[in-house]
Structures are given as C-alpha cells and as structure tokens.
C-alpha cells in the first residue's frame, strides 16, 4: 500500500491534495486531473472540502470511509476512456459500497467502490450512449440477474455493477430503472433490496403461486416441502425456534439431520447452510448460551414470497382445525406487513 | 410497438423458465391453462400467436420460445433459448471449466460421427486428455449424469447424443464452430446430428430421419431429392404418440423430459 502511495505522490503535482468527503457540491480536483486521467473520486464522491498533506492522509487511510475509497483511488485502476471528467459537478449522495463480503468467490481485494451518480452526470452519460448501447446493458444485467438467481443467492449491487455494467456505471440509475420495468413487464418479477446497506438483493414473483392444472406443470423441488414445515413450524410458534425444536420435529417426521437422506442429502447443511444463503430462513446465535444454541427465524426471501395465510390454512387442514382458530398466529398472517408483494 | 404482456403470458413465460422445453402438446395445456387461470381470452390453435408477443417483448433480451422437431421422436418441441451467449459459457453457471471442456469435446464427437452419437468409453477417453484439470473416470461419469439431468444430453444404451433443447439452443454456436464439418438436412435445412445420408458419392446430402419418415412417407420408390438415386435406407415410419399421452404427462408431477427417453413407445425400425 506504502509503494502504492508514493508511485501516485509522484504523480500528483503537489504532496498534498484535496479529498472531498460527503457534504456539498465539489469543484475541480486539480490534483488528480493530472492523474491518469480522470479522477476516481470527484466524479463519485461528493465530499467535504478537507486538505491533507500526506502525513494526514496516512493517518486518515484508516479511518473506515476514507479507507476504502482512498483504496480505490490509489489501486489506479484503468478507467474506461468514456467515464466522465473531473469537471463533473453536483453529486448529491455519495454512498461507498463496500464491494467485500458474502459467501461468493469474488475477490475481496478487487472492490468495486460504487457510488451512486448524479442527476446530471446520468443524463451527460445517457447524452453520449445510443438507446440500443443502454438497452443492451439492460438485457445483459437482466440476463445476469437470471443466471445468480438459479442458486436462489442474493444479487449484489457490487457484482452487477463490476461484472455487467462495468463501463457504464456513469449511467447504472438509468439503467437499474430499465431492468425493473423489464422484469415488471416482460416476466412478472421484480428485484426486492433485502440489504439496503450492502445493496443487496433477491428477485421476487409478482404473480400469484401458481394452484391447480398449473402447479403440474411446474418441476418442484423436493427441498421446499422441506421448508415449509420448518416454516410452518416457526411460524406456529411466534416467529422465532430453538434449533432443537426444529430437529426434533423433523426427526419425527424421520428426517435426521444426522443422516444423509435420500431425497435432501446432508439435511443440517440445506437447513443451516443453504436455506440461509438463499434468505429463507436465519439462523442466529442464541447469546449467553452454553453450549452453543442457535435459533431460526424466517428470512427475507420467505417473508417476501410466502403468504403466512396459505401456510395458516394449510396448516388447517393438517390438523383439520379452522385457521382462525389460532388467533394470534391468524392476525400475524392478515396484518398488512406480512402481505406478500404478489397479493397486495 | 410491442403489444404489452398481460399476465398470462407472464404465466406461459415463467413456466417456460421454470421447465426449460416442452412438447407441443403440453404447451398447448399451458397455454389454456394460463389464459383460464389469469381470465385471458383463449384461442385454441392460436398458440403460435401467443407466443409471438411473447417473443416480442424478449428480443431485447435476447431470448426465445423456439419451436423445433426433435430429432428423437420427429415431434415438435417448444424451447425457451438464449441467443445472446451462443457460446457454451452459458452453462457455466453449473459446470466447471473442464466440465466445460468434457462437453465441447463430447459435442466434437457427435458432430463428426456418422449417427449423431458419443460412446461413453470414448467421452472417458476424452476425459483423460483434457487440457484443463483432467477428470477421473467417476467424475466423468458423475459430470455426464448431470448433463442429462440439466437436459443437455441423451443417454440412450451408453451412448450419448445432443438433447432436443440443447441442439434449438445450439444451434447458431454449432454452426459457428463447426461450419462446413456440420452435417445440415436437406429437406429442413437445420443442423442434422442424427441422420440418413445418399449413397451417391457425387451427392451424399444428408436428411433427418424424422424429416426423411414425412418426405418419403408412402412412397414405394424413394428418390434422393437432390441427385435421384435410390435412397437406399430404411423408411421409418412418422411417430405419432398415442393420444392418452397427452393426460398421463399432465398428472406427472415430475420434471418433465422430451419423449424421446421412453424407448419402448418408438415405433421406428426395428
């Protein structure tokens, strides 16, 4: 990082220079116009004005903020030749992404330090692009979203941003906008934000789950019979379990999470490993316990994709009882909150 | 501009997804079903229609509900398809760079062999050459169980051939790569793995046999179209599936696959 630092001091034309950090609008930052190119920060981030010399910049490098954006700056990336310059003006919001983390095979070390880009530099960016150019991007992000979500694991604004729109990102709002109402249109679904810090998200079903001739036609998995009962079974019993209750239910039902079952493999690993990845269910250290305890409660995704009204009278007709029987599960399930995006 | 998708369609696109392809006759059910379930007006024999304004709005996208003839059983097959990767790196979602690798040499056997099939010692024989990680042979095999699982490929007696959707899906790549080297029928002009070939060496076109059981159908003195030697090959007779089929496949609640894997219904030469 050290080497880094000094090949790009000797670049600058002074030992100091200006960082910009969230605030107000910015000016020119003269300094790194001369370098490379285009300056990483200024078309970004939207900063206070704040001189450093270097002795404060190193100081200020572990600062979290400034760290990773400052790690961006100096890793001196080639920037794509039709990235904005360094007179770009008006940036509102400056949100680092913080491109780590997650359970994917993405390089921790090739962040992708995104913000969010102005009003004006998407209409500047969208002035030099032909529609088809953006429609394009459109499709592949749209194709991109597909492809992550046959694995049911959340999309990440980093990935989409670093793997698909790439030297279009002066323009990803815009773009962003075209893939929902392609998603809305064309195929019914729909891009939910479970993460607002990480920008991460998962791709929902606008339409209804599909009942009789049409639940035929549809190839199922084995697995989610699986989930739904250890929803149901959360459910039922206020929202949130003992992982030994959830056990024990399925070994009644003569699923052992010990043995490797012919239909789900290694059981533990779809419940606490898989089911989790892909939201469906969390799976949460019980704090001050000894020996370690866990908990399970439902995830986003199941939050977002399954009706608690239909688990409710499903649960009905297992035990052949009147749904409204369970009185407080009943009013969990027809509050507003809970109403899954297909039903609204 | 295109006409806007109501949510049947949505339906028949989804579950389109969700299967990958589909015969024509459960297409034909999707399709009623969809427009019952989602109070479309419905118009039997107008699915070809339905599924044009489907494909409107995926042309930006690059994708396609593509109607093809297996050439397993000759019947037709709807298949949702990518075109804009027509490179195989559209599976690499799933497989591994030398999975990868095993597939295009396993598709470079069937291209160049003379009936559309790979044996499977020489798919192993293969696995042993690979330039990227080599695989062993029960991974080969494991690798090969899954391709027919994600219906990429046919397992028929130890022989391999492409499965109906991955040759609609395919197909521009196979002609990209292979070009002059892929054989292509005559009569339908799509790229023919699993054919019959004129004997004159002067001619030597090539027809599907399921395109060569219509062409011929009937005809006591079969005639290559092109050259009009004797076609000296067996007629196969046109495969027509019984239509109790049609309910037995709604009631199966499992992935459904291209007939052509239940061998005991094929009524072509013996």
């Not at chain 1, 920037?79 to 310059?85: G, K």
């Amino acid at each position: 990082m050290l080497s880094v630092v000094l090949t790009c001091s000797k670049l600058l034309t002074a030992a100091s220079f200006r960082v910009e950090l969230s605030g107000r609008e910015r000016g020119n930052c003269s300094l790194f116009s001369d370098c490379v190119g285009e300056c990483a920060l200024c078309e970004r981030v939207h900063v206070i004005n704040t001189r450093l010399n270097k002795r404060e910049f190193e100081k200020r490098k572990k600062f979290q903020n400034n760290h990773w954006l400052l790690k961006a700056v100096m890793s001196q990336r080639k920037r794509p030749s039709n990235v904005q310059s360094s007179q770009s003006k008006g940036a509102r919001h400056s949100e680092v992404l913080l491109g780590g983390g997650g359970g994917d095979d993405d390089d921790d070390d090739e962040d992708v330090t995104f913000t969010q880009p102005s009003t004006s530099q998407v209409q500047r960016g969208l002035a030099r692009l032909t529609p088809a150019q953006v429609d394009l991007k459109t499709a592949e992000v749209v194709q991109f979203i597909f492809v992550k979500d046959q694995k049911k694991i959340p999309i990440r604004r980093a990935d989409i941003v670093k793997h698909v729109v790439k030297d279009y990102r002066n323009i990803y709002p815009e773009i962003m906008k075209s893939v929902g109402r392609t998603l809305d249109t064309v195929f019914g679904l729909m891009l939910k934000e479970v993460d607002v810090k990480n920008h991460v998200y998962i791709l929902i079903n606008k339409l209804e789950p599909p009942g009789g001739e049409l639940l035929n036609m549809t190839p199922s998995n084995p697995k989610i019979g699986l989930l739904f009962v250890i929803l149901g079974i959360i459910f039922m019993k206020g929202g949130v379990v003992k992982e030994s209750m959830v056990w024990n239910t399925l070994k009644k039902l003569r699923v052992d999470p010990g043995d490797r079952h012919e239909d789900f493999g290694d059981v533990k690993k779809v419940v606490t490993d898989e089911f989790v990845r892909q939201r469906y269910l969390e799976y949460v250290r019980i704090p001050h316990t000894e020996p370690l305890e866990f908990e399970f409660r439902w995830g986003q995704r199941a939050d977002t994709e399954v009706s608690k009204v239909k688990l409710l009278e499903f649960m009905g007709q297992l035990h052949d009882q009147d749904p409204q029987s369970w009185t407080q599960q009943y009013r969990d399930a027809t509050s507003s909150q809970t109403v899954p995006v297909s039903q609204r | 501009m295109a006409r806007p998708l109501g949510e049947s369609h949505k339906r028949f696109l989804q579950t389109m997804m969700a299967n990958g392809i589909v015969d024509g006759d459960k297409a034909r059910a999707l399709h009623r079903h969809c427009c019952e379930t989602h109070g479309a007006q419905y118009t039997p024999d107008k699915l070809d229609e339905f599924i044009e304004v489907i494909n409107a709005q995926l042309q930006p996208m690059f994708m396609q509900i593509r109607k093809g003839l297996s050439e397993e059983d000759g019947l037709q097959y709807y298949a949702l398809v990518n075109m804009a990767e027509t490179d195989v790196t559209r599976m690499s979602a799933d497989y591994a760079d030398n999975e990868l690798e095993l597939f295009r040499k396993t598709m470079d056997l069937i291209v160049d062999s003379d009936n559309g099939t790979a044996s499977s010692t020489d798919i192993l024989n293969c696995a042993d050459s690979l330039q990227t990680k080599k695989l062993k042979k029960k991974e080969t095999e494991h690798v090969l169980n899954r391709l027919v699982q994600d219906k990429w490929l046919i397992e028929k007696q130890g022989e391999y051939s492409l499965s109906t959707r991955c040759i609609m899906e395919m197909e521009p790549y196979i002609r990209r790569i292979y070009q002059d080297q892929v054989k292509v029928c005559h009569i339908c002009h799509n790229v023919a793995l699993q054919c019959q070939m004129c004997e004159n060496p002067t001619c030597g076109i090539k027809i599907h046999t399921h395109c060569v059981a219509r062409y011929f159908k009937g005809r006591t003195d079969p005639r290559c179209p092109s050259c009009e030697d004797f076609w000296p090959h067996e007629i196969p007779e046109v495969y027509r599936p019984p239509s109790s089929q049609s309910q037995s496949a709604a009631t199966e609640k499992t992935t459904p696959t291209p007939r052509a894997t239940g061998q005991s219904r094929k009524t072509r030469r013996s």
